[in-house]
């Protein structure tokens, strides 16, 4: 077994055929697809180092690990740091391993340490509480710990039993709220998941989400054009392939509420939504959400992913979820592990702040 290192996007782009053998052989999430990493890499990998690493075995791909290189500042200092392709925007990261995850993952971390780069630590965020190998790189990691609860509601088979899932108080709720925008409005649901409407739907989307949170004082990361860029190319790629999930809700043909995610492998990922905040009193969100939630049952889902992230609204549908993980490999010695602890203060106070505010 040998480790090829891919450093350009050139490179990337001809994976595809590859990448997408070793994804029919293992577990995985519609963010570790070619799509959406190349995507992002289109768009935010200009100040980066593209570190892709390849397990080979007899002329053939067993193992990915999609990382790249950073140097971020932090208080005047200049810090490297391997990551995840897709950090901060994908809900769930991990290693790509079809075969021997045990010994790709210790030529992986093998050859990472031996790389040119200077560099701090291994920062490895998202990792799903169900991933294979995360007892493996438990081994490697000088601390790993849960980062974000990921709640997810198994779907019934058929539509008419989605409300009979969910408690007496909720039930009535729903029907409640169903009444009252029907009596005040003329109401629609519309889904602009296809390739000739996702055009069409993604800036009434951007605009919904923009004013929910912008009405709270914040910016929302819609303001930023590169991010808008990014949405509507994986918007684009992903309707080609019967991935996206983009509904939106209007009342009285005023779009009101959206959802916006991906249908993959039987599991919809509620990626982010949007709403006008004038009509909040009806509850648009989470009327917006049960419709989708019967489209996807329609339409053969059984999961239905609230994706990263604890918000309040989410335990209203359901109790059950899982966690995601970060693990850490220091390079050596205490100071990089200060550093990241600082780091990540850092990060999460201002740096990112929209990370945590895109959801949901």
């Not at 289109?42 to 950073?70: Q, T, V």
């Not at 088979?157 to 709720?173: H, I, P, W």
């Amino acid at each position: 077994m040998r480790i090829v290192e891919v450093n350009t996007y050139h490179d990337f782009l001809s994976l595809r055929e590859s990448w997408n053998d070793v994804l029919a052989r293992c577990d995985h999430t519609v963010f570790s697809t070619w799509e959406w990493l190349s995507t992002w890499w289109k768009h935010f990998g200009k100040d980066k180092k593209l570190l892709l690493l390849l397990a080979e075995e007899n002329n053939r791909i067993i193992g990915i690990a999609p990382l790249m290189y950073s140097v971020h500042t932090m208080f005047g200092l200049r810090r490297g740091k391997i990551e995840f392709i897709g950090t901060p925007d994908s809900d769930y990261q991990n290693f790509i391993i079809a075969e021997k995850s045990e010994d790709c993952l210790k030529l992986f971390i093998n050859h990472i340490r031996k790389i040119r780069e200077k560099y701090d630590c291994i920062d490895l965020r998202e990792i799903p509480e169900t991933a294979e190998y995360l007892p493996l790189i438990g081994h490697f990691s000088n601390n790993i710990t849960r980062i974000h609860r990921c709640p997810y509601l198994a779907l019934p088979k058929t539509a008419e039993n989605l409300l009979k899932s969910f408690g007496s108080n909720v039930r009535y709720d729903i029907r409640r709220k169903f009444r009252k925008v029907e009596n005040s409005f003329k109401t629609k649901w519309l889904d602009y998941s296809d390739t000739r409407l996702f055009n069409i739907g993604m800036p009434l989307f951007f605009e919904l989400h923009q004013k929910r949170w912008t009405s709270r004082r914040f910016s929302g990361i819609y303001a930023d054009k590169k991010m808008r860029d990014f949405h509507l190319d994986i918007a684009q790629s992903f309707s080609q392939k019967g991935w996206l999930g983009l509904y939106l809700y209007e009342l009285s043909d005023e779009p009101v509420s959206t959802v916006y995610g991906f249908k993959y492998k039987s599991r919809y990922y509620a990626y982010l939504t949007g709403f006008d905040p004038a009509y909040s009193k009806y509850s648009v969100g989470n009327l917006t959400l049960f419709n989708t939630m019967i489209h996807c049952i329609n339409e053969g889902i059984t999961i239905f992913d609230f994706a990263r992230g604890a918000e309040e609204y989410k335990d209203r549908w359901t109790k059950t979820a899982r966690w995601n993980y970060e693990a850490v490999i220091a390079k050596g010695g205490a100071i990089p592990k200060i550093q990241h602890c600082l780091y990540n203060v850092y990060w999460n106070q201002g740096n990112r702040i929209n990370y945590f505010l895109k959801i949901k």
